[in-house]
Nanobody, 125 residues
Framework: QVQPVESGGGSVQAGGSLRLSCEID????????MGWFRQVPGKLRERVAY???????TYEDSMQGRFTLSRDSDKNIFYLQIDTLKPEDTATYFC???????????????????WGRGTQVTVSA
């Protein structure tokens, strides 16, 4: 069972930065798609960014500029750098990976993805 593990969340003041990590033990699998999502209690989960098997990163329009997704391929760790944090960035951040070669990235993440348990980011004004 593949279980991504997120880390790096915390409480920061507005204007600060955080780097979230998503570590995946997939020594026997290929990651075809990986994505970062966030969710606030009572609201729908929203996608932040994703990276496909070609290494291309795509960001949601509202996430352009302050979010940077990167990957350490040797260690199978994905990062989400968040700069100039705002109180509205407060959420639980989740990562998900899709190991299916037949899925469409990023839609497959919601269908056949393996999800972590999340890491909390709290931004104070």
């Amino acid at each position: 069972q593949v279980q991504p593990v997120e880390s790096g969340g915390g409480s920061v003041q507005a204007g600060g930065s955080l780097r979230l990590s998503c570590e995946i033990d997939t020594s026997h699998y290929i990651i075809y798609c990986m994505g970062w999502f966030r969710q606030v209690p009572g609201k729908l989960r929203e996608r932040v960014a994703y990276i496909d098997s070609d290494g291309k990163s795509t960001y949601e329009d509202s996430m352009q500029g302050r979010f940077t997704l990167s990957r350490d391929s040797d260690k199978n760790i994905f990062y989400l750098q968040i700069d100039t944090l705002k109180p509205e960035d407060t959420a639980t951040y989740f990562c998900a990976v899709d190991l299916s070669p037949w899925s469409t990235c990023p839609l497959g993440l919601s269908v056949s993805g393996h999800w972590g348990r999340g890491t909390q980011v709290t931004v104070s004004a």
